[in-house]
C-alpha cells in the first residue's frame, strides 16, 4: 500500500502511513479520541511547524524516499510502529526514539544525534538488532519485555534510569548498569530476583504487581 504524510496540529507532528483507514476506523468507533490530520505532500513540509515524526505501517522503500528530508530536523521524538527500515546511512537528530510492535530495523548510536531516551511499546515483538552500545542514552523504557533484556541492558551502559512494564522474565540482569538510580518495575509476574551489580547507586525504586520477586537487595 503506499504511503501518505499526515500533519497532526495537535500535537505538531508528522505520521507517514500506509494505513490511515484503520486510524480512522478507530476514532469512528471511539476507540481512540478523534484529533485532526491534515494531509500534505512531502513538498509542502517547510511550510509547518513540527517535533515530532511517526513511521506507521511504513516499508523500507518508502523510509528510503524521504530520509534524507528528515534528517535535516531534530525532533523531540521519532517513532516507528509496524515499520521496516534500514537505518545504515542515516543521521537523525532527536531526544526520544520510540520503537512500537513488530518493527524491523537495526539500531546503532551512530545514526541518531542527541538521543536521550528509547522506548520499546513491545520487546517481544520487536525484529530488530543492536548492533552497538548507546553511550549516551540514559533512559529506557521497556513494555511487554521477556528475558532478551538482559542482552539489550548491555548496550547502555550509562542508564540512570530504567521502566520495565509486564515483563515475563525471570531474572533481571543489571550488572552492566551500575549508573542507574530510578528502577521502576510494573507486573513482572514471573520475576524471581535482580542481580546488582557491586556498586550500585539506587535513589528511588518502585514494585508493584511483582509478587515472586525478591526485594531484599533493594533497600534505597
Known amino acids: ?38 494531509e500534505i505532500f512531502i513538498s509542502d513540509i517547510n511550510a509547518y ?4 515524526i511517526g513511521f506507521d505501517k511504513v516499508e523500507n522503500t518508502c523510509f528510503q524516499s524521504v530520509k534524507h528530508i528528515f534528517s535535516k530536523y531534530k525532533f523531540e521524538a521519532i517513532s516507528f510502529h509496524e515499520t ?12 526520544h526514539l520510540i520503537i512500537g510492535q513488530k518493527s524491523k530495523l537495526n539500531l546503532s548510536e551512530k545514526n541518531f544525534k542527541n538521543l536521550n531516551e528509547i522506548t520499546f511499546l513491545s520487546l ?23 528475558q532478551k533484556s538482559n542482552v539489550i541492558l548491555e548496550n547502555f551502559p550509562n542508564l540512570t534510569e530504567l521502566y ?29 530476583k535482580i542481580i546488582l551489580p557491586p556498586i550500585i547507586h539506587l535513589k528511588k525504586v518502585i514494585i508493584e504487581a511483582c509478587n515472586k520477586l525478591d526485594t531484599s537487595n533493594l533497600s534505597v
Open 1 to 38: 500500500m503506499d504511503s501518505k504524510i499526515y500533519y497532526i496540529p495537535k500535537f505538531q507532528g508528522i505520521l507517514i502511513t500506509s494505513d490511515f483507514a484503520e486510524r480512522q476506523k478507530r476514532m469512528d468507533i471511539g476507540i481512540d479520541p478523534k484529533i485532526d490530520y491534515i
Open 49 to 52: 511547524t513540527f517535533k515530532s
Open 84 to 95: 521496516i527500515a534500514d537505518l545504515s546511512d542515516v543521521l537523525m537528530d532527536s531526544h
Open 124 to 146: 517481544k515483538t520487536f525484529k530488530g538488532k543492536i548492533i552497538d552500545k548507546f553511550e549516551k542514552v540514559e533512559k529506557l523504557t521497556l513494555w511487554y519485555e521477556n
Open 164 to 192: 520495565i512494564y509486564n515483563s515475563s522474565a525471570i531474572e533481571l540482569d543489571l550488572t552492566k548498569n551500575s549508573l542507574i538510580e530510578k528502577l521502576n518495575l510494573h507486573r513482572a509476574l514471573k520475576m524471581e
